[in-house]
């Protein structure tokens, strides 16, 4: 994996450095649960970098790799294609739609 300067917070309240008003700073909470969780990246390209090691159930049916793009899209903005040996998938995103939403793929791999 490539490396990725952010910063993780695990708890029920904002770590001193989290900004509600920075773009690249994400709260993925449920009320004071200790669960909450605290992103700060400097920009979305590293959302993009750091999923490659989400495991949740949610991520991997929510979001797929699109290898011409590089980047993460939603499953229904991409075309599923077969390899012509039909032993492999791959997809290309839908015309007019965008990466996915560095938020949506944070919530994925979220336990809320």
């Known amino acids: 994996m ?9 708890g029920s309240h904002a ?3 989290f900004e509600q008003s920075n773009r ?5 909470t ?13 920009n979305d390209d590293d959302v993009h970098k750091l999923v490659w090691i ?4 949610s991520f991997i049916d929510g979001f797929v790799f699109v290898d011409e793009e590089e980047y993460w899209y939603d499953y229904e903005d991409v075309n599923e294609h077969l390899n012509d040996d039909e032993c492999s998938v791959y997809y290309t995103a839908k015309p007019r ?6 938020r949506s793929m944070l919530e994925a791999e979220s336990r809320f």
Not at 30 to 42: D, K, L, R, V
Not at 97 to 102: E, V
Request: glycine share 4%.
């Open 2 to 10: 490539q490396e990725i300067d952010y910063k993780y917070h695990q």
């Open 15 to 17: 770590p001193d450095w």
């Open 24 to 28: 690249y700073h994400y709260a993925i």
């Open 30 to 42: 449920a009320g004071t649960s200790p669960f909450n969780e605290y992103y700060g990246f400097n």
């Open 54 to 57: 989400f495991k949740s159930q």
């Open 97 to 102: 739609t965008s990466p996915a939403d560095a």
